[in-house]
């Protein structure tokens, strides 16, 4: 066996799901589950993807319009609307990794599916209606493609702490 040869890239599972018709994928290490849509609490004075806060097992998990925060119109709520909570990590200067459960709404989950490094081409510069941060590649798929997201970056540590900042004053100290 020759132990000079680069280590071969591993194959990951990639949540799928669509948002206003288009076709998105999500690593699903950052998938702690999907639930059905419902009713969600308003949360004052934040931004406008922040479509309010739901009760998950006694903690209050904000959940965001992925989207609104694309910049497109709001999630149209249907049968098959989910929200996707998702765990985003992040080191914060010298500080330990932040960690933050988030609810991410789209408006249909479809399957978990495999992606090998080859199938997943560079991101575009433009052209996806999304900011190209937002997007770690494209996924080729069929005759098309879906947007493999970088949800770190959808989610940035600027809005979590926004995020965390509005929860605090909704529920007031020592509520949270």
Not at 37 to 52: A, E, N
Not at 58 to 67: C, E, M, N, Q, Y
């Amino acid at each position: 066996m020759d132990r000079s040869a680069a280590p071969v890239a591993e194959a990951a599972l990639y949540l799928t799901f669509t948002l206003q018709g288009d076709a998105y994928a999500l690593d699903i290490f950052h998938v702690t589950e999907i639930l059905e849509q419902r009713p969600l609490t308003i949360v004052p004075m934040t931004p406008d993807f922040i479509r309010g806060v739901i009760n998950l097992r006694g903690r209050a998990v904000p959940v965001i319009d992925l989207s609104l925060r694309f910049g497109h119109a709001e999630t149209v709520i249907g049968k098959r609307t989910s929200i996707v909570i998702v765990t985003i990590n992040e080191a914060v200067g010298a500080d330990e990794p932040v960690s933050q459960q988030i609810g991410v709404l789209v408006d249909a989950v479809n399957k978990v599916v495999t992606f090998a490094p080859d199938d997943i081409e560079p991101a575009p510069a433009f052209g996806a209606g999304i900011r190209a941060d937002y997007i770690s590649g494209m996924a080729k798929r069929d005759h098309g493609f879906v947007v493999v997201l970088d949800i770190g970056k959808v989610l940035s540590i600027r809005d979590i702490a926004a995020i965390n900042a509005a929860m605090a004053e909704a529920t007031g100290p020592g509520e949270a």
